[in-house]
């Protein structure tokens, strides 16, 4: 999957949690995001890339 896309899924999910303020997570921590999103995605090929972005961000930011 495209990372420009993976990313901007990303970032939208985190405005679910912060609106339209600046989010606090550098590029860092997107991409380490991104890298737990793509391990998921190799363990679960039939999960939906949408629900695994969500879990993956709640994830992150509760843990």
């Known amino acids: 999957?495209?990372?420009?896309?993976v990313k901007?899924?990303?970032k939208n999910c985190l405005k679910?949690?912060?609106g339209d303020e600046s989010q606090?997570?550098?590029e860092r921590d997107v991409n380490d995001i991104g890298?737990?999103?793509y391990r998921l995605k190799e363990a679960e090929p039939?999960?939906?890339m949408h629900?695994?972005?969500n879990d993956i961000v709640y994830e992150f930011?509760?843990?």
């Open 1 to 5: 999957m495209d990372e420009k896309l």
């Open 8 to 10: 901007k899924m990303i």
């Open 16 to 18: 679910q949690y912060y």
């Open 24 to 26: 606090p997570l550098g």
């Open 35 to 37: 890298e737990r999103l």
């Open 46 to 48: 039939e999960a939906h």
């Open 51 to 53: 629900d695994i972005v």
């Open 61 to 63: 930011l509760t843990g």
